[in-house]
């Protein structure tokens, strides 16, 4: 299954995370606060080499690319790609198992 065979979704941004807050009872001021203070703590630890793990959702952990060498597609220049820190993000498996539930229901699935 490629990505062009599942079903066209939208993006939740932080105003519609906030949004979501509001109907379970908060106010606007209060969820945007929450969602603004939420993101803050996780970039202030992904900033510092901290992991964020949040159960039953996933881990965003920071991992060292060393330095590497691309090429400029349009003129095939080489470039010399200096040593940088990348953000991953693995998803814990209820929420993998969650989205291919609700994404690929009623589809088979290929090994792969």
């Known amino acids: ?32 606060s929450a969602v603004r203070a939420i993101v803050e703590v996780i970039c202030n630890a992904l900033a510092s080499g901290d992991d964020v793990a949040l159960r039953g959702f996933g881990r965003f952990s920071v991992s060292a690319k060393g330095a590497g060498i691309a090429r400029n597609p349009r003129t095939g220049e080489g470039l010399t790609l200096p040593p940088r820190a990348v953000v991953t993000f693995r ?4 929420l993998r198992q969650r989205v291919s539930a609700a994404l690929c229901s009623g589809s088979e699935r290929s090994a792969p």
């Open 1 to 32: 299954m490629s990505p062009a065979d599942l079903p066209a979704v939208g993006t939740e941004t932080r105003a519609s995370l906030a949004r979501s807050l509001m109907s379970m009872g908060l106010d606007k001021r209060q969820s945007t």
């Open 91 to 94: 998803p814990a498996d209820g």
